[in-house]
């Protein structure tokens, strides 16, 4: 099992930058692929960033390829989403999920084969 806990939650104008983290516990966070999420109201979920256990892969969905950098620290547990020049349709809850592959550097953009997710943190972009 593993816990996830999303931070960083909050309220920015057309333009800004936010940096999300998740916190996780419980099993060996380097075992596991981490991705990135988000639900906008009315929509479904749908995939944001993704990066290998190691760290040394990562893959972008191609709304936020260029503006969003996911990275991660294996000591201290902790995958982060740093938001640079949001937009109001960036509006969403966002919400990390682990998974755990085979290979070390196999990423996934489908929600499908993340085990564990968070409750999700609040980004709301003003415009």
């Known amino acids: 099992q593993v816990q996830l806990v999303e931070s960083g939650a909050g309220l920015v104008q057309d333009g800004g930058s936010l940096r999300l983290s998740c916190a996780a516990s419980?099993?060996?966070?380097?075992?596991?692929?981490m991705g990135w999420f988000r639900q906008a109201p009315g929509k479904e979920r749908e995939f944001v960033a993704t990066?290998?256990?190691?760290?040394?892969?990562?893959y972008y969905s191609g709304s936020v390829k260029g503006r969003f950098t996911i990275s991660r620290d294996n000591a201290k547990s902790t995958v982060y989403l740093q938001m640079n020049s949001l937009k109001p349709e960036d509006t969403a809850v966002y919400y990390c999920?682990?998974?755990?592959?085979?290979?070390?550097?196999?990423?996934?953009?489908?929600?499908?084969?993340?085990?564990?997710w968070g409750q999700g943190t609040q980004v709301t972009v003003s415009s």
């Open positions: 990066i290998s256990r190691s760290g040394g892969n990562t």
């Open positions: 419980g099993r060996t966070f380097s075992s596991y692929a």
């Open positions: 999920a682990a998974a755990s592959f085979e290979y070390s550097d196999y990423v996934s953009p489908h929600l499908y084969e993340y085990d564990y």
